[in-house]
T-cell receptor, first 111, second 116 residues
Framework: DAKTTQPTSMDCAEGRAANLPCNHS???????VYWYRQIHSQGPQYIIHGLKNNETNEMASLIITEDRKSSTLILPHATLRDTAVYYC????????????FGKGTTLSVSS | EAGVTQFPSHSVIEKGQTVTLRCDPISGHDNLYWYRRVMGKEIKFLLH????????ESGMPNNRFLAERTGGTYSTLKVQPAELEDSGVYFCASSQLNNLVYNEQFFGPGTRLTVL
């Protein structure tokens, strides 16, 4: 599995966009980029995933560079409830793949 | 629809005792996973069931851990005998079984295990 590198922590003002970067320079062609987050005292929560095209859902947007060596998770209007640890995970996708969590980025949203 | 549930939410036991954790996945989810986070460490994969079969148990730390999923519904994870280093939060997750698309894993709230 490709190794990912994320900043340890980031701060964001409430209502502003939170842009969380992830470096995955050794990603291979059949590996997807997944994002999960863990809000304090809860289980991890799926956010979004993508292969090479940008993706958007009701929670966030995922921007993957053309060479696929890095990506950015965007929370367009961060709220206090978005304070959490965000994990960027790169894995080959097939049914049932287990997740490999790194240290993630602790995002702190303040008012 | 109910999410993944885990029982108990907290367990405090003494070293050498036995503890059994239970996970009830989302109805219809054939994939079931166990993960854990020990203090100060990252979340680590323990094992994966497909229905009642163990698909991957490469993350199980040692033979003191025994996971079962009889009937392919709920799962139990037994630690016997418990050691101090087993303290942490144990998460269960489930997902649908579909070989054509990625199905997100839904996590339970976790069981916090403290071994004294």
């Amino acid at each position: 599995d490709a190794k990912t590198t994320q900043p340890t922590s980031m701060d964001c003002a409430e209502g502003r966009a939170a842009n969380l970067p992830c470096n995955h320079s050794t990603i291979s062609g059949n590996e997807y980029v997944y994002w999960y987050r863990q809000i304090h005292s809860q289980g991890p929560q799926y956010i979004i995933h993508g292969l090479k095209n940008n993706e958007t859902n009701e929670m966030a947007s995922l921007i993957i560079t053309e060479d696929r060596k890095s990506s950015t998770l965007i929370l367009p209007h961060a709220t206090l409830r978005d304070t959490a640890v965000y994990y960027c995970i790169v894995r080959v996708v097939f049914a049932g793949t287990a997740l490999i969590f790194g240290k993630g980025t602790t995002l702190s949203v303040s008012s | 629809e109910a999410g993944v549930t885990q029982f108990p939410s907290h367990s405090v036991i003494e070293k050498g005792q036995t503890v059994t954790l239970r996970c009830d996945p989302i109805s219809g989810h054939d994939n079931l996973y166990w993960y854990r986070r020990v203090m100060g460490k990252e979340i680590k994969f323990l094992l994966h069931f497909v229905k009642e079969s163990k698909q991957d148990e490469s993350g199980m730390p040692n033979n003191r851990f025994l996971a079962e999923r009889t009937g392919g519904t709920y799962s139990t994870l037994k630690v016997q005998p418990a050691e101090l280093e087993d303290s942490g939060v144990y998460f269960c997750a489930s997902s649908q079984l579909n070989n054509l698309v990625y199905n997100e894993q839904f996590f339970g709230p976790g069981t916090r295990l403290t071994v004294l």
